[in-house]
């Protein structure tokens, strides 16, 4: 499903390795490290966002980096979906709009159905003609991971979700991505140094 | 959704920006389409009524305001000149056609204009209803004038003396409206034409003369000259220069020189409405740079959404096209506005400008707008494609 061989990158001087990653269908691993030792590199490795300085990533058959730019565009919009550490929403677009996005750009035609049965799932349907500025810091992260798992994307990545989110909100959105993952059948890969995140998972690569 | 609507509501969100470089667009090209109308047409007025008319010949004076109250009865006239040597003009071999007119009088500022049918033949004017003159005091009015004062043959009038008021009324003698003239889109469509006749016994001339017994003694206000060969373009304005009391005056070249006189100020009106276009470029080329540093994040979440680099580039591009397409219409809209109130409030009804009047070269001025917005937007567009995703998600 996602299989890495032999990742790179580095920072000037600095050099980074990664592990070579094997993660099947359905799977639920974690990404642990310290700050700074790599975690968001490897994501945006694995999203398909930063080009690494060597190494390869499949994802199914796909080797991700040997795609045009277009076709790497289009391939994540379908298939990957990302939750960033800053929950973050087009200002200038409401909720729905902001999802009609995520359809677009995904070469989807707009679902409004589709919008209202994840907004619904993830408890902010209220909000879904509210423009981001108009929502709490929980409900702005429940709103991206909306936009994330909108598609159905059969990899969905998550980076540091919960760092600015109190305990309460901490464990809602692990919940969340959980169990979206799991009725998804889809795989779950969460980079952190959360400790409030390990218990809820049983795989896991240390960086 | 799609880019066009993406970028709408980006520029919709800052609203006061979005309506300043309107306002800006708007107004560069509203003063280039005021310009271009107001300039073409007066030009298109100034040739349609001179058409045909070589020469005018009247008293001596000002040649331009000869021109303007012979041709297209703007100004006051220089004077008079006398009916004898008028004719004797009208003689010479050079000499096609020779339409005398008389000036004088007015009917609620329309001028009342003596002449004989050789005028009707020189415009090839058509009577939408009745028939020309055939007495003193009959009258033909121009199509302008039955609609404005709502005249219609058989109604009758008082005309006054002078040019432009109405205050000394000739008591004795109305005028009977015998035809009403069908458009032509000239200064005649303001006109009441008349028997040069009737101008004479409104005066009191005919009579006074038939009672002295003297030769003729009558005036004209000009002579209009159709030559017979071009051949008397030199020659025959000289000859009536310095061998009589008159003076000659050419349409064309007494034209010329009133739109270089014009010219000057159209000129500086045309690099003010420049300057302002220009920027409106810089005030949406520094908006679109500014708003990139606020925005780069969301462009960034777009890409990760699956937008090609080329979809970022086009959404920075619609923005700066959107807002100067929708100022340059709006601009093209107000330009027409803005002449039909000045042809509102003009004094004289014979140039009178028009806002229901358009030009292909108004799409030459839309298309300005659009390149000025694709110019504007083009280097925080070629920014936005260049980001690095990576990195802008990382800084956060």
């Given at each position: ?202 795989k896991e690569y240390i960086l | 959704m799609n880019l066009i609507t993406i970028s709408w509501k980006s520029l919709q969100f ?383």
């Amino acid at each position: 499903m996602l299989t890495t061989k032999s990742l790179s990158h580095h920072y000037g001087n600095e050099k980074l390795s990664f592990p070579d990653l094997n993660i099947r269908k359905g799977e639920q691993w974690l990404l642990l490290g310290e700050s700074g030792s790599g975690k968001t590199t490897l994501l945006h490795i694995l999203t398909g966002i930063k080009k690494p300085f060597s190494g390869e990533v499949f994802i199914q058959e796909t080797e991700l980096y040997k795609l045009s730019g277009q076709e790497l565009d289009q391939f994540r919009g379908q298939n990957i979906g990302v939750v960033f550490q800053q929950a973050h929403l087009i200002k200038s677009l409401t909720v729905k709009e902001n999802l009609f996005l995520a359809q677009t750009f995904a070469g989807f035609k707009n679902n409004e159905d589709r919008i209202i049965e994840v907004l619904t799932e993830l408890d902010i349907i209220q909000k879904i003609n509210s423009y981001p500025a108009s929502l709490s810091q929980g409900q702005l992260q429940r709103a991206s991971i909306a936009r994330a798992v909108l598609n159905k994307p059969f990899l969905l990545f998550a980076d540091e979700p919960t760092s600015s989110l109190d305990n309460k909100n901490a464990k809602t959105v692990v919940d969340l991505l959980l169990k979206l993952s799991e009725s998804s059948g889809g795989t779950l890969v969460v980079s952190t140094h959360d400790d409030r995140v390990k218990e809820a998972f049983s795989k896991e690569y240390i960086l | 959704m799609n880019l066009i609507t993406i970028s709408w509501k980006s520029l919709q969100f800052n609203r006061l920006t979005f309506f300043l470089n309107v306002l800006l667009i708007a107004f560069g090209t509203g003063i280039l389409t005021l310009l271009l109308l107001g300039s073409t047409q007066a030009g298109e007025k100034l040739k349609g009524n001179a058409n045909g008319i070589d020469l005018v010949v009247g008293a001596k004076g000002s040649p331009l305001q000869l021109i303007l109250s012979s041709i297209y009865f703007i100004d006051f006239p220089t004077g008079n000149i006398s009916l004898d040597d008028a004719q004797d003009l009208a003689r010479n071999p050079m000499v096609k056609r020779a339409v005398p007119l008389a000036l004088g009088d007015n009917y609620a500022g329309f001028r009342i204009v003596g002449t004989d049918t050789s005028y009707i033949n020189l415009y090839n004017l058509k009577l939408k209803q009745g028939r020309f003159w055939r007495k003193d005091f009959d009258v033909v009015i121009g199509s302008e004038v039955a609609k404005i004062k709502k005249l219609k043959v058989g109604d009758k009038f008082n005309g006054s003396h002078g040019l432009s008021s109405d205050e000394d009324v000739h008591e004795g003698n109305q005028n009977t409206i015998t035809g009403i003239l069908e458009s032509s889109g000239n200064s005649t469509d303001n006109l009441v034409l008349t028997s040069i006749e009737s101008i004479w016994n409104m005066h009191g001339i005919e009579k006074d003369h038939k009672q002295s017994g003297h030769q003729s003694k009558k005036e004209i206000t000009s002579l209009l000259i159709q030559y017979r060969s071009r051949m008397s373009i030199v020659l025959f304005p000289m000859m009536v220069n310095k061998s009589t009391s008159m003076q000659a005056a050419s349409p064309a070249k007494e034209s010329a020189r009133l739109f270089s006189l014009i010219g000057v100020g159209v000129q500086t009106a045309k690099w003010f409405a420049l300057v302002v276009m220009l920027i409106s470029a810089i005030s949406i080329f520094v908006t679109l740079y500014n708003s990139l540093k606020d925005r780069m994040y969301d462009l960034a979440l777009m890409r990760v959404m699956g937008a090609s680099q080329l979809k970022i580039f086009m959404i920075i591009m619609l923005e700066g096209i959107i807002l100067t397409g929708i100022g340059s219409v709006i601009g093209v809209f107000l330009g027409h506005v803005f002449l039909h109130i000045i042809g509102y409030f003009q004094d004289s009804p014979q140039a009178r400008l028009s806002g229901f009047y358009f030009m292909p070269e108004e799409l030459h001025l839309v298309a300005g707008g659009f390149f000025i917005g694709i110019m504007a937007a083009i280097l925080p567009a070629i920014q936005a494609y260049r980001a690095d995703i990576s990195k802008t998600i990382s800084i956060g």
